[in-house]
């Protein structure tokens, strides 16, 4: 157990027996009068946010999450598989994946995040490389400044295409690196 003021962003913490990541945390108070601690945490099993405060002294158990690699495999509607090495398969449903669903390609290297023995999310490469597959040109004179356009990138579900942020010179079939954290385009891998 841990008192609060030892809980940082990022902890996987139990509150009333449910797991929550600390997404944010504020500090209020003095050293006399005793500090306060508000927190935004999201639910980990329903990804329902939660607002709330804690004093200083208040006790938590922090949860270490077991983590798998696994590869996405495919799409049985409304659950989406992944496999592991031993061939041992996983189901998650679509809003515990969040950003990541805007990235997932069949084949694709990631790791299963466990609570309890069940995969309840899984956690993307920093970077990757996707493929352009639909960018509007670029038009002659607006060079100006550091101008962006949006341009569509590949991925597994058709429905969930994504966009990306990309300077002008970002055209269509060229593979680009993006940042899954900060959904950033990075650089051009190959045009």
């Known amino acids: 157990m841990k008192p609060a003021k030892e809980i940082r962003v990022g902890n996987i913490i139990m509150v009333d027996a449910k797991p929550f990541i600390v997404l944010r945390s504020d500090v209020n108070g003095s050293s006399r009068t005793g500090f306060t601690y508000k927190w ?23 949860v270490v999450l077991d983590k798998k690699p696994v590869t996405y495999s495919y799409f ?33 290297e990631c790791e299963a995040v466990f609570y309890d023995g069940k995969a309840i999310s899984v956690e993307l490469p920093t970077t990757i490389a996707r493929l352009v597959v639909y960018s509007e040109p670029a038009v002659k004179g607006n060079t100006s400044g550091n101008v962006l356009k949006e341009a569509k990138i590949e991925n597994a579900i058709e429905s969930k295409r994504h966009t990306v942020q990309v300077p002008l010179f970002v055209s269509q079939d060229d593979i680009i690196e993006i940042d899954t954290r900060t959904n950033e385009y990075k650089r051009v891998v190959r045009n």
């Open 40 to 62: 935004k945490m999201k639910n980990l099993l329903t990804n329902a946010p939660l607002e709330n405060v804690f004093r200083g002294d208040d006790k938590f158990d922090v």
């Open 76 to 108: 049985a509607d409304p659950l989406y598989v992944f496999m592991d090495e031993e061939y041992n398969q996983y189901e998650i449903e679509e809003e515990n994946l969040g950003d990541a669903l805007n990235y997932l390609k069949d084949g694709m």
